[in-house]
Every structure is written in C-alpha cells, then in structure tokens.
C-alpha cells in the first residue's frame, strides 16, 4: 500500500514522512484538517512526531487533499487500539508472534485456528502492514491464560519464527 501512495510524495521526503506518519497511525485527512477519530491533531504536533516544521505538515496535507487516490485513502483512516499493554492488568494474555516472512499465507489462521481448539476466546487480532513497519508482527489478545504447553505447537505454526508473551 504505502510504495503505491509514495510516490506521490517523491520529490517531498519529508511531507512523505507525514504521510507515512499518517497512515502508521490511522490519523484520517478530513477538510483541510487532521483527525485521530473525531479528535483534531495540531499541525505543529505532526510535526514534533514526524520530525518536520508544521509548514511541512501543511504541505504533505494539501498533497493528500489535491490528488483523488490520496484522498480516498487517507479520508477513511481509523485508528486502532492495541491492547498488548493492557492484556496483562485484564487477565488476558497478550502474544506477539513474529513471522519468518510476514507475506507468508495463513499464519493469523493456523495460529488463531490453535488457540480455538483451546476452547480460548481471541478478543483481538493485529497484523503490522509489512510495508509500513520494518519488523512486522502479529498481536493476539486471549480472553484467558494460554496454557504453556500450546506454545510450542503455535510456534511450530508455518511462517512463525518465534512467539513472545507480554
């Protein structure tokens, strides 16, 4: 997705790096405006984060508002709560599996196919966009404990290279 979206950015690297910003975290391009959900994001604060002048964040949003397939996009963005950190003071288990090759096939079925057959509710599945994290990972969130003895068969699961609990 990103490498269709950067190369309206091209000769901007760093209104590219709003834009990835942008779309790393779900913050959707609205009127002239930038929105985590309904809540609007200062220019000056995209820039703090992006490490860019809030002139710059101007300029990567009239790019994003001027051409259609930018805008398409970038006007439906949602952003997601990860609840990795907040599993362990719920009582859930929170499991990072990290691919041998995030491309790979079916890694979230097997995986998720496994803890099912535990009788274990998922409440929540997230997959990293392989081109927009260099590392990208697949995150679970079990309503239950996951018993010690599933962990080698999840990471004997084709494309999983290692399984960590938070």
């Known amino acids: ?35 985590c959900g309904d809540v609007e994001i200062a220019d000056m604060a995209l ?8 002139r710059i964040v101007r300029s990567a949003i009239d790019t994003i508002q001027e051409s ?9 963005l949602i952003p997601t709560a990860l609840l990795t950190d907040v599993a362990p003071v719920m009582g859930w288990t929170a499991l990072e599996i990290i691919p041998t090759d995030a491309a790979t096939p079916g890694i979230v079925a097997e995986v998720t196919g496994l803890i099912a057959r535990e009788g274990i ?4 599945t997230v997959v990293s966009d392989p081109d927009l994290s260099p590392d990208p990972r697949l ?14 068969q999840i990471r004997a699961c084709k494309g999983v290279r290692s399984v960590v609990i938070h």
């Open 1 to 35: 997705m990103w490498k269709s979206l950067s190369k309206h950015f091209g000769k901007y690297p760093s209104q590219a790096k709003v834009a990835k910003l942008l779309l790393v975290h779900g913050l959707k391009v609205q009127e002239g405006r930038v929105y």
């Open 47 to 54: 820039g703090r984060a992006a490490g860019v002048d809030r």
């Open 68 to 76: 259609p397939e930018l805008s398409a996009v970038y006007s439906r």
């Open 121 to 124: 509710s998922v409440r929540q």
């Open 139 to 152: 995150f679970i969130i079990t309503a239950g404990a996951v018993p010690p003895e599933l962990l080698p």
